[in-house]
Every structure is written in C-alpha cells, then in structure tokens.
C-alpha cells in the first residue's frame, strides 16, 4: 500500500521561508520521480515543482527561483523548500509519486499573511 505523507505546512508572513516534506512508503522510490502540486480554495490544483528520478528539476514560472525541490532517497523523502513566499502562494500543497498509477498524498496548508 503506498503512502505519502505531507508535513511542515504553517502560517508564515510574506518574504518569509517554510520547508515542506513528503515521506513516501509503499513505494520503489528511487526510481520514481516526485511532484509537488497546489491547490487554492476555488482554484484549480496546479503544477509546482517535479524531480525525477536522477535529481532534474523543473518548475513553473510562478515560482521559479523561489522554490526548489530535492529529495534523499535514503530517507525516501522528497522536499520544497519555498522562499520569498507571497500571499498568492497560499494553498494545500500536495505530493505526487509518478510512479505505477501515480499516488496522492492528502496535503498540507500553507497560509502566507501578515
């Protein structure tokens, strides 16, 4: 049964940092590659950061050169480190591992207001 559990979600004030993990189980990590999604309320789930397998990253202009994404797989961990946060990225911020069927895990809120 593959698990993926979101964690580090919070209140911050804009200009500030947060750092969001994602531990997966059930899973041949390593040689998946992970995503992290958003979704605001009323607004469509929308795409914010991949990492393959080999560490190659790719991210939408809304938060490229803000954000990053990495993982350990020793840990089988994937993370998104967020910098510079602005109102607009608040969300619940979700996991995805692309492999098999591609699995979800249940999100994190990020709330960024002063």
């Known amino acids: 049964q593959v698990q993926l559990v979101e964690s580090g979600g919070g209140l911050v004030q804009p200009g500030g940092s947060l750092r969001l993990s994602c531990v997966a189980s059930g899973t041949i990590f390593s040689i998946s590659a992970q995503g992290w999604y958003r979704q605001a309320p009323g607004k469509e789930r929308e795409w914010v950061a991949t990492?393959?397998?080999?560490?190659?990253?790719t991210y939408p202009d809304s938060v490229k050169g803000r954000f990053t994404v990495s993982r350990d797989n020793a840990k089988n961990t994937v993370y998104l480190q967020m910098n510079s946060l602005k109102p607009e990225d608040t969300a619940v911020y979700y996991c995805k591992d692309f492999g098999g069927m591609g699995y979800w895990g249940r999100g994190t809120l990020v709330t960024v207001s002063s």
């Open positions: 990492i393959t397998s080999r560490g190659t990253t």
